[in-house]
C-alpha cells in the first residue's frame, strides 16, 4: 500500500514531540469519536483527576476504578447495571480503540508510528477524556524529513512500518490485557482479538471520516493481512451485495464488546451475532 504523504515544512527542525503533538491534535480535530487532550508540558499542567495507564497496571485499586467508572457511564447512558465482566470488556473496547487509535491514525495520515508509553496516557475516569503526552520515539520511512531527528528510527519500507505499528500497539497493550484478564474473563486469543478488532476498526472508522472508506479498507488490510502475532486474526474485510446492486464493505469481530449485553437488540453490526441481513438492513435504511 502507498500513501501519498505531504510532510510539513517544519519536519527538518520540529523534534519528535512536536511533530506527534501536531499528529495527535489533528486526529482529534477529525475525529468526533476520540476524546483525547494533547498535553504539551506535562509540569505546567494543574493535577487531573483519574490515573495513566501505567497505573492501571500497578494499582488493583485503579484498575477496579477504572471498572466502576465504565459500569458508571454504561448506567448513565442506558439504564443498565452490566456485570462486572462486560463493564471490564468495555472500558478496555474504549481503551484499545482510543490508545490504537493515536498510533494508527499518525501512521495512516503521516507514514510515522509514535511509541505511546503506558505512562504518557491518563483517563480522566468521571469524563472518559483522554490526556496523551507526545513521546521522543517514533518510526518512519527513510525519505522522510523527521527521520535525522534525534529519537526518529528510519525503517527500511512499509511493511516495515506495519511491523512497527503491530508491535508499538502490542507492547503498549500486553500489560493492560495481562492485568484485566482477571476481570473479563477471557483468554489471550479473546483479548487480542479485541485489541486487533479495535486497531482494524479505528482506521476504518479515520478512513470514513475523511472520506476515503476504500483507502482505509486497503490501509488496514496491509497493516494486518493474516494473523501477525500476538493477533489471531487479520482484518477480513468482504462486501454485502445490498438490493440496488452497491456493495457495502462489512467484517466481523473476533473479540466481542460485549456491547449485545446491554442493547440486546441493538448487537454491533460486524459482531458475530448480527447476521448480514441485519447488517445491510442497516447499511441501507
Given at each position: 500500500m502507498t500513501v501519498a504523504v505531504e510532510f510539513?515544512?517544519?519536519?527538518?527542525?520540529?523534534?519528535?514531540?512536536?511533530?506527534?503533538?501536531?499528529?495527535?491534535?489533528?486526529?482529534?480535530?477529525?475525529?468526533?469519536?476520540?476524546?483525547?487532550?494533547?498535553?504539551?508540558?506535562?509540569?505546567?499542567?494543574?493535577?487531573?483527576?483519574?490515573?495513566?495507564?501505567?497505573?492501571?497496571?500497578?494499582?488493583?485499586?485503579?484498575?477496579?476504578?477504572?471498572?466502576?467508572?465504565?459500569?458508571?457511564?454504561?448506567?448513565?447512558?442506558?439504564?443498565?447495571?452490566?456485570?462486572?465482566?462486560?463493564?471490564?470488556?468495555?472500558?478496555?473496547?474504549?481503551?484499545?480503540?482510543?490508545?490504537?487509535?493515536?498510533?494508527?491514525?499518525?501512521?495512516?495520515?503521516?507514514?510515522?508510528?509514535?511509541?505511546?508509553?503506558?505512562?504518557?496516557?491518563?483517563?480522566?475516569?468521571?469524563?472518559?477524556?483522554?490526556?496523551?503526552?507526545?513521546?521522543?520515539?517514533?518510526a518512519c520511512l527513510p525519505d522522510d524529513p523527521a527521520a535525522a531527528l534525534p529519537g526518529a528510527l528510519p525503517l527500511a519500507g512499509e511493511e516495515a512500518l506495519h511491523a512497527a505499528l503491530r508491535s508499538a500497539v502490542a507492547d503498549h497493550m500486553r500489560p493492560l490485557l495481562t492485568a484485566l484478564a482477571p476481570y473479563v474473563r477471557r483468554g489471550p486469543r479473546t483479548l487480542w482479538g479485541m485489541v486487533g478488532d479495535d486497531l482494524v476498526s479505528g482506521i476504518w472508522y479515520l478512513g470514513r471520516t475523511l472520506g476515503r472508506e476504500a483507502a482505509a479498507i486497503r490501509a488496514a488490510t496491509a497493516l494486518l493481512p493474516s494473523p501477525k502475532a500476538p493477533f489471531p486474526g487479520g482484518a477480513d474485510f468482504r462486501h454485502l451485495t445490498g438490493g440496488d446492486g452497491r456493495h457495502h464493505p462489512t467484517r466481523t469481530r473476533i473479540g466481542c464488546c460485549l456491547y449485545y449485553t446491554i442493547r440486546p437488540a441493538e448487537a454491533c453490526a460486524t459482531c458475530p451475532r448480527t447476521c448480514d441481513a441485519e447488517r445491510l438492513r442497516r447499511l441501507e435504511a
Open positions: 510539513p515544512p517544519t519536519a527538518a527542525t520540529t523534534g519528535v514531540p512536536g511533530l506527534l503533538t501536531a499528529g495527535y491534535r489533528r486526529l482529534d480535530d477529525l475525529c468526533e469519536a476520540l476524546t483525547v487532550r494533547v498535553q504539551d508540558d506535562p509540569r505546567a499542567a494543574p493535577a487531573q483527576a483519574g490515573c495513566s495507564a501505567a497505573e492501571l497496571t500497578d494499582s488493583q485499586a485503579a484498575l477496579e476504578a477504572f471498572i466502576e467508572a465504565e459500569a458508571a457511564r454504561i448506567h448513565d447512558r442506558h439504564g443498565h447495571t452490566p456485570r462486572r465482566d462486560v463493564a471490564a470488556s468495555r472500558a478496555l473496547h474504549d481503551y484499545a480503540w482510543s490508545v490504537g487509535l493515536l498510533m494508527s491514525g499518525v501512521w495512516y495520515l503521516e507514514q510515522r508510528v509514535p511509541r505511546i508509553r503506558p505512562e504518557d496516557v491518563r483517563l480522566d475516569l468521571a469524563s472518559g477524556t483522554y490526556t496523551i503526552t507526545p513521546g521522543s520515539d517514533l
